[in-house]
């Protein structure tokens, strides 16, 4: 049985030490430096070069743009850290000093900061050798917004070519009053696909629409009919999400194009609601193009993004316990399932446990101005992850370190 109260006290002060007003100008290197999926070069190398100052052995251009670095302390378990670091193609709209300088990209999604906490965790452990034993690995992960960075390392041989781990740990930064630590054992974020769909028309002349068959009002029934699936087909009790994401069709004003496109995502949190809204989808989209007589039949592309995120029951309850000594029984709770989805769990060889919680951020001030009487009201009307105004808290820059070292500290030999 872990004393809780003992690793608490050996995290601060491990973590004592951590200059905080360093990792502050590292994060905001970061974060006016966003690079896109697979496209990570110069954080990566930002990353690299602190992990080997820190005395790891870095294996740079893993999948393209990841980074791993390896600490062999003595015998003990192999404990994986991982941290994803690309941005997003949001035009940041936050007005920080430190905004991204790059047109178009941010790290909306607070990847810098998860950059940032696996930083200054491995150089926390990495100094505080003494006491602990075992093999730390440091994962930082290209592309998890597309969904391929994970899968890509493993291609490239990530399971192989460095320690097998004996437990994997991650964490995201979530929107919420700063100074919380949601942990959810088992069950904690959806699986995601994303299907394309073309439907096939006969263009002509928007004078003669009796000539064609116009593919955008088509495309445009589906779209609405797509709107019932959720809410007609799928029991109360179950979750999915729907999305119609993208509509392209047409160049002109006058001309009716030949074809329209959809770009849809689903996201669900069990296997057999996945298949029933896919089936449904299919059925909608073939159905549509039948009664508008288009000349040929549509095309939907299935593309399996993420799987479902599911944690180790136990060790998710052993590191929630720990993260309660640490910050204080309030500030831990259980936000069960998200419907937002991740690769992480994809970087765990078979049989391997893992745990993933989140670490809130929002600004003491924005939170308090958010119009709503509780949490789920409140949440909705503060800048979350992908906002353009989303800018996390600096005072979580130390707790998110933190959280890391308690949680690997909890798994090495001490």
């Not at 849809?264 to 193009?289: F, S």
């Not at 039948?290 to 136990?314: F, K, Q, R, W």
């Not at 970087?347 to 951020?361: E, K, N, R």
């Not at 949440?379 to 820059?397: K, R």
Request: include cysteine; glycine fraction near 10%; hydrophobic fraction near 45%.
């Amino acid at each position: 049985m872990t004393d809780t109260a003992a690793l608490a006290r050996r995290t601060r002060e491990v973590t004592d030490a951590v200059k905080t007003a360093e990792l502050e100008d590292f994060y905001r290197d970061l974060h006016r430096h966003p690079e896109p999926a697979f496209q990570e070069h110069r954080t990566a190398g930002r990353l690299a070069a602190r992990l080997r100052a820190a005395g790891f052995s870095v294996t740079e251009g893993v999948a393209r743009t990841g980074v791993v670095g390896v600490l062999t302390n003595g015998d003990g378990p192999v404990v994986w850290l991982r941290a994803d670091m690309d941005a997003l193609p949001v035009r940041e709209a936050t007005g920080l000093p430190y905004a991204s300088t790059v047109d178009g990209v941010m790290h909306a999604c607070g990847h810098d900061l998860h950059v940032t906490w696996l930083a200054g965790a491995a150089e926390a452990l990495a100094a505080a050798r003494a006491v602990w034993s075992g093999t730390l690995v440091v994962v930082g992960q290209p592309a998890e917004e597309s969904g391929g960075g994970a899968a890509a390392m493993v291609a490239d041989g990530l399971h192989e070519r460095f320690p097998r781990p004996d437990v994997l740990l991650g964490q995201h930064v979530a929107p919420g009053l700063a100074g919380l630590y949601p942990h959810t054992p088992g069950l904690i974020m959806s699986a995601a696909d994303d299907i394309d769909v073309v439907v096939h028309g006969v263009g002509g002349h928007g004078s003669r629409p009796e000539s064609t068959v116009d593919p955008v009002v088509t495309a445009a029934y589906v779209v609405t009919r797509l709107q019932s699936v959720v809410s007609r087909e799928i029991a109360a009790k179950d979750s999915a999400v729907l999305t119609v994401g993208q509509f392209h069709a047409g160049t002109k004003h006058n001309i009716i194009p030949d074809r329209a496109r959809l770009a849809l995502n689903l996201r669900t949190q069990d296997t057999a609601v996945r298949a029933r809204v896919l089936d449904a989808i299919r059925r909608i989209v073939h159905g549509e193009c039948t009664a508008a007589g288009c000349p040929a039949p549509p095309e939907i592309t299935v593309h399996p993004g993420y799987p479902t995120t599911v944690n180790d029951a136990v060790l998710d309850g052993e590191i929630a316990a720990v993260h309660r000594a640490l910050f204080g029984e309030h500030t831990v709770f259980d936000f069960g399932p998200a419907m937002g989805s991740e690769d992480f769990s994809l970087l765990a060889p078979h049989g391997v446990p893992y745990d993933y919680w989140f670490v809130t951020s929002t600004p003491p001030d924005v939170w308090d101005a958010a119009p709503g009487d509780d949490l789920a009201q409140k949440l909705g009307n503060v800048p979350g992850n992908h906002s353009p105004l989303f800018a996390p808290d600096l005072s979580v820059l130390l707790p998110g370190v933190q959280t890391l070292v308690s949680a690997a500290l909890g798994r090495l030999t001490v």
